[in-house]
């Protein structure tokens, strides 16, 4: 099984609707994080969580919004799609490490969930 | 804000050659980290360098950290079909934010 689970790994939704996507992960770790990826544009930070109390915004939250619902579970919500957030979506978690070493721990990522909004 | 430039964009190379694809920035990074991506998969870490001049060798890729940290290269000598992937780069973002930035990436096709 994989250590980090998202859900689903396709949809196709309309303008307007309420999506959620969802993560879980069997690695142990504190830190989450969401992704957007698009064509040409590398990864983009959506929102990150060290931990169940500690939620974050990336560089690109606007429109999207977060809950981590457990250690294990970090679900990304779009209020309402709009066609421009039609992207590849990743989820990724990390170990914290000692102290100012957070950042050089690896990230793990799901296979990403493709979503298409008309 | 810190920006990770990747270059070349695309490379289409045949199976055998040595190739180089390179990470820029104008600001100091106290590490950085290179990720490989296949289709339909997630990144997944190939290494991290720490220390300015750094070099550290995985098989056929070997991996430097310019002596200022502003700058990665990876070299791939005598590419294999395997070797064909998103090759991403990645460090810490400005202070308070905790978490990574990523270039935009390599894409790398080996022709067998």
């Known amino acids: 099984d994989a250590d980090v689970t998202q859900t689903p790994r396709n949809r196709i939704t309309k303008t307007g609707k309420r999506i959620m996507l969802e993560c879980s992960q069997t690695k142990g770790h504190d830190r989450m994080y969401w992704y957007r990826q698009d064509p040409g544009l590398g990864l983009q930070l959506i929102y990150y969580s060290f931990d169940v109390k500690d939620i974050n915004k990336g560089e690109i939250s606007d429109g999207y919004s977060v809950s981590r619902q457990a250690q294990a579970k970090f679900s990304l919500s779009l209020e309402s799609a709009i066609p421009n957030q039609t992207a590849l979506y990743f989820c990724a978690t990390s170990a914290g490490g000692v102290a100012g070493t957070g950042t050089n721990q690896p990230q793990h990522f799901g296979d990403g969930t493709r979503l298409s909004i008309l | 804000t810190q920006l990770l430039e990747q270059s070349p964009q695309f490379l289409s190379i045949q199976e055998g050659e040595n190739l180089t694809v390179y990470c820029n920035s104008s600001s100091v990074f106290s590490s950085l980290q290179w990720y490989r991506q296949e289709p339909g998969e997630g990144p997944v870490l190939l290494v991290t360098?720490?220390?300015?001049?750094e070099v550290k060798k995985l098989k056929r890729l070997t991996f430097q950290f310019g002596d200022a940290r502003k700058d990665s290269s990876l070299h791939i000598t005598a590419a294999q079909p395997g070797d064909t992937g998103l090759y991403l780069c990645?460090?810490?973002?400005?202070?308070?934010?905790?978490?990574?930035?990523f270039g935009s990436g390599t894409r790398l096709q080996v022709q067998p």
């Open positions: 360098v720490v220390t300015g001049g």
């Open positions: 990645a460090g810490p973002m400005d202070t308070g934010r905790r978490a990574l930035t």
